[in-house]
């Protein structure tokens, strides 16, 4: 049986209409699709597709109309063919991505999930039913943190999975916390009073690796001078996480193969097998499937590995984090939130974090002993802050003149200005519930608003 995120639950969407009068005409029956809006305002809406041109957006004139203030107006188009479907962002201001990674154009299959600003939708074949996930109600699962849908998701996986003793496959990004989540599968199991093992198939030489992981007798090679228990007996009654598992050299994934369906292992150089009781955990940064059909990766271990799955997203996709997330950090340093500023703040919620939590975490850290000139380039400011002027000069140009700090000042305040005006127009001056689509505190937001003299006053 596998899981993934969006193999959960049984909760069906409605079928919504779509724009036909700038459609092409469907040209016949053999590929039929449609779009299922997984989060965001419209959650739970189903878009039938033909063949056809699609344009999805934030306007009022798209196809598919996503009310979402993180979509541009013109951010997707999608072509629906008799045998595929091509996805085509035309320089939206956010990007859009497909399982994390964003693209330009790229040919979207089936059951792919597609990212634009906080909306997710899923590529479906027509007959199936869109499911959702049931949301936990944690802000955190071990050391791993965030109350955005994506990570209650996760939670809730993650909950069902710890009570068994199948093996899992993390995938996710460099930084999302592959290990936090393996440390803390381990420590919510029933295997916690077992040893933790960590074998990182990254950082062990090719040569030893075998050496590692099954163990060897004195004498079995050149520097062997004694026996030495490998990874997968240093883990009976506990789990083995393996990082990395997608370097492992085609050469030796038969062997682990064998090891993982005997539940025996054999020491290099010895005769007889050693049976051990152990949960494996395995975790990559690399696409498994993709790694399988060139031939990179066996079939069979792949399989084998994934008994259950677990999806960590980037940072990029859960940007409502970043405030739980830092004050996570300062908390972790022994350092509290006034440590960064208002306006450092609303940086680090721009940048578009490469590296993940891992980054964010470095970064904070920096940013804290060094002052703000730690501080990483912030590509996106300029375009997420208003630039209406009374007499038509933009707020961009206007900062361009200043020296460096009191531009980059003045362009937060223009952000953080307009976003919160808009938020609390949105939630009709309910603090709280503004504080909640925000994703930050709300004794947090009610300084925010009256720094801006925007104080509504709401619950």
Known sequence: ????????????????????????????????????????????????LGPGRYRVGSEATADIVLPDRAVSRQHLILEVGDEAVRATDPGSRNGSFCEGMRFSELEVRPGATLTLGTTELRLMPEGERAKAVPLSSRASFGALVGNSRRMREVFTVLERLTAGESDVLIQGETGTGKELCAEAIHVHGTRSK???????????????????????????????????????????????FLD???????????????????????????????????????ATHQDLEGAVKQGRFRGDLFHRLAVLRVVLPSLRERPEDIPLLIDTVLERMGRPPSALSDVTRALLTQYPWPGNVRELRNVVDRVVSLGEEALPDIPDVPSTVSSRQDDGESTLSLALDLPFKEAKEQLIEGFERD?????????????????????????????????????????
């Open 194 to 240: 077992g040893p933790f093992v960590i074998a990182d198939l990254a950082g062990i030489p090719p040569q030893l690796l075998e050496s590692e992981l099954f163990g060897h007798v004195k004498g079995a090679f050149t520097g062997a001078h004694g026996d030495r228990a490998g990874a997968f007996e240093r883990a009976h009654g506990g789990t083995l």
């Open 419 to 459: 976003y919160l005006r808009n938020l609390v127009e949105r939630c009709e001056g309910n603090v709280s519930r503004a504080a909640r689509e925000a994703g930050i505190d709300r004794v947090y937001l009610r300084k925010l608003l009256r720094k801006h003299g925007l104080d509504a006053g709401g619950a």
């Open 1 to 48: 049986m596998l899981w993934t995120v969006a193999r959960l639950g049984d909760e069906d969407g409605d079928e919504s209409q779509v724009r036909t009068d700038a459609l092409p005409a469907v040209r016949g029956p053999r590929f039929r699709v449609k779009l299922a809006v997984l989060s965001g305002p419209d959650a739970g809406k189903v878009y039938p």
């Open 244 to 282: 990395e598992v997608g370097e492992l050299p085609l050469e030796v994934q038969p062997r682990l193969l064998r090891v993982l369906e005997r539940r025996q292992v054999k020491r290099m150089g010895a005769n007889d097998y050693r049976t051990f009781n152990v949960r494996v955990v395995a």
